[in-house]
């Protein structure tokens, strides 16, 4: 258990280590960090893959410190909106980031939720799109202070999406036909495991993109680890609902 905790500690706390000594925030503008993580994690090329135009209200789900929800921001522009949703669990790590993005009305389309994640109140029909970035592998981790009702959780997400909404997955890829084997003790997950459990519950996978493949990861290392912190090999998924 206590190796669990620290697994999850270290989890959150790196996911937030690049903004540790920059929350330089500025109205109007995209900060120096989010400009320099665009590098890696391509952010306005993984929304390009998706229908999220002007006026649409979004969910960035366990959003964190907000990089992905700035993007659609200015997406969505003045006549949209975004949620940006964390639990507790993830405020000791992000908390500070997401006070500073949002300081002073900075991003007046974009809503702090805080909820927790089995009681996410979410209305039905209430999104054009959910986003949902590097967490799909933690439905499947478990530690103290982290066991996501899984059903319930899917089941709520998807009844907050339109007809015709997109839920939109990356995910640090696991080894093929490991499906969830790996979630636990390397956060990855199954890339098929994904698409065939997102399948069953109603929805058809629309796009895939390759533009986060990195053929050199192995797929057997913790994304943790510093020689391939946000190198990862990372499948990305746009499904619809019908």
């Not at 999220?52 to 949209?80: I, R």
Request: proline content about 2%.
């Amino acid at each position: 258990m206590k190796k669990q905790i620290l697994l999850l500690s270290t989890c959150l706390l790196l996911s937030s280590l690049c903004f540790a000594a920059d929350f330089s925030f500025t109205k109007g503008q995209r900060s120096a960090a989010d400009l320099a993580l665009d590098v890696q994690r391509k952010g306005p090329q993984v929304i390009e893959l998706t229908k999220v135009s002007s006026g649409m209200t979004v969910l960035d789900l366990l959003g964190g410190g907000g990089y992905y929800s700035e993007l659609l921001a200015e997406k969505v522009g003045n006549s949209g909106k975004v949620y940006l949703h964390n639990n507790q669990a993830y405020m000791p790590y992000i908390e500070k980031e997401l006070a500073a993005r949002l300081k002073d009305n900075r991003l007046a389309n974009v809503i702090r939720y805080d909820r927790e994640t089995d009681n996410l109140e979410l209305a039905d029909k209430q999104f054009d799109a959910v986003f949902f970035i590097l967490g799909y592998h933690d439905l499947y981790h478990k530690a103290e202070g982290w066991d996501i009702n899984k059903a319930q959780f899917l089941s709520d997400v998807l009844g907050a999406l339109k007809s015709g909404g997109q839920l939109v997955i990356v995910d640090h890829s696991a080894v093929a036909d490991s499906k969830t084997k790996h979630a636990q003790e390397l956060h990855r997950i199954d890339q098929q495991y994904v698409i065939d459990e997102l399948t069953q519950l109603g929805l058809t996978l629309v796009k895939k993109s390759s533009i986060l493949e990195n053929k050199q990861d192995s797929r057997m290392i913790s994304p943790f680890k510093p020689e391939i912190r946000r190198k990862t090999d990372r499948f990305i998924l746009v499904f619809e609902k019908a």
